[in-house]
């Protein structure tokens, strides 16, 4: 089969990746939500989870790159149409990472995929090797209303960072938490990483709480915590420096 040459991805992640694997002037349409990772901007469907598919049909893709169960029911529809789907649902890290190699070898660019891999492994190799023994206690909050402590890979990430996440274990789903667990573990730092908030999340979301917890709190980009793409090495580092 011919390396496709009209990419369009729904998926900010894949967006993410596509742009690291070298095939972004591939790209023929995206969602409001990938804007951020690119420097041109290809045909606006939508937002990821109600994309127009009909204009997406007129685009003429090759394959469309989804991401995540969240977009399952897009997946499937374009799949009912005939349309060929590259669908990613890593929950932990080392999943992530390898998907890099797997996006790869879907466009045509397996070298590519197989290096951007590696670079990332070796890239938390080196954070893991930096972090201190001390192994803060870390909350990480992907949602504020309810509040929700973050699952699937970032557990992993924190780890790597240096720190640990009692929270949720690494590759389940970010679950709803109570005040109370997260007043019994006594975290020495708060990351506020709002979905959909960008760098934007305000601290006072949780300080007004009246949780008594007394920790740092930072707000860190969600595209760089929630996010499974390479982003996701950065908020490693990011959170390495915090700790």
Same mark, same amino acid.
């Given at each position: 089969?011919?390396? *496709?040459?009209?990419?369009?991805?729904?998926? &900010?992640?894949?967006?993410?990746?596509?742009?690291?694997?070298?095939?972004?002037?591939?790209?023929? #349409?995206?969602?409001?939500?990938?804007?951020?990772?690119?420097?041109? /901007?290809?045909?606006?469907? $939508?937002?990821?989870?109600? *994309?127009?598919?009909?204009?997406?049909?007129?685009? /003429? *893709?090759?394959?469309?790159?989804?991401?995540?169960?969240? %977009?399952?029911?897009?997946?499937?529809?374009?799949?009912?149409?005939?349309?060929?789907?590259?669908?990613?649902?890593?929950?932990?890290?080392? =999943?992530?990472?390898? $998907?890099?190699?797997?996006?790869? #070898?879907?466009?045509?660019?397996?070298?590519?995929?197989?290096?951007?891999?590696?670079?990332?492994?070796?890239?938390?190799?080196?954070?893991?090797?930096?972090?201190?023994?001390?192994?803060?206690?870390?909350?990480?909050? =992907?949602?504020?209303?309810?509040?929700?402590?973050?699952?699937?890979?970032?557990? #992993?990430?924190?780890?790597?960072?240096? $720190?640990?996440?009692?929270?949720?274990? &690494? $590759?389940?789903?970010?679950?709803?938490?109570?005040?109370?667990?997260?007043?019994?573990?006594?975290?020495?730092?708060?990351?506020?990483?709002?979905?959909?908030?960008?760098?934007?999340?305000? &601290?006072?979301?949780?300080?007004?709480? #009246?949780?008594?917890?007394?920790?740092?709190?930072?707000?860190?980009?969600?595209?760089?915590?929630? %996010? &499974?793409?390479?982003?996701?090495?950065?908020?490693?580092?990011?959170?390495?420096?915090?700790?």
């Amino acid at each position: 089969m011919a390396p *496709p040459n009209r990419i369009v991805s729904l998926a &900010p992640a894949a967006t993410a990746t596509l742009r690291e694997l070298g095939v972004a002037d591939r790209l023929v #349409g995206i969602t409001t939500h990938c804007r951020a990772e690119l420097d041109a /901007d290809p045909t606006v469907l $939508g937002g990821w989870l109600n *994309p127009d598919l009909d204009e997406l049909a007129a685009l /003429d *893709p090759d394959i469309v790159c989804t991401s995540d169960a969240l %977009q399952a029911e897009v997946r499937d529809a374009l799949r009912d149409r005939g349309v060929r789907v590259y669908h990613m649902d890593a929950r932990t890290l080392p =999943e992530v990472i390898d $998907g890099f190699a797997a996006l790869g #070898g879907a466009v045509g660019r397996e070298g590519a995929g197989e290096r951007l891999a590696a670079r990332s492994r070796e890239r938390l190799d080196r954070i893991r090797d930096r972090a201190t023994d001390a192994r803060p206690t870390v909350y990480c909050e =992907e949602w504020a209303d309810p509040p929700m402590a973050a699952g699937n890979w970032v557990p #992993g990430i924190v780890a790597a960072a240096g $720190g640990r996440h009692p929270f949720v274990d &690494p $590759g389940d789903r970010s679950r709803a938490v109570a005040r109370e667990a997260v007043e019994a573990a006594d975290p020495d730092h708060v990351v506020l990483h709002h979905c959909g908030h960008g760098s934007r999340a305000d &601290p006072a979301t949780f300080a007004d709480r #009246g949780w008594a917890v007394d920790a740092e709190v930072h707000v860190v980009d969600d595209a760089l915590l929630n %996010q &499974p793409s390479p982003n996701l090495i950065d908020g490693a580092e990011r959170l390495a420096g915090l700790f």
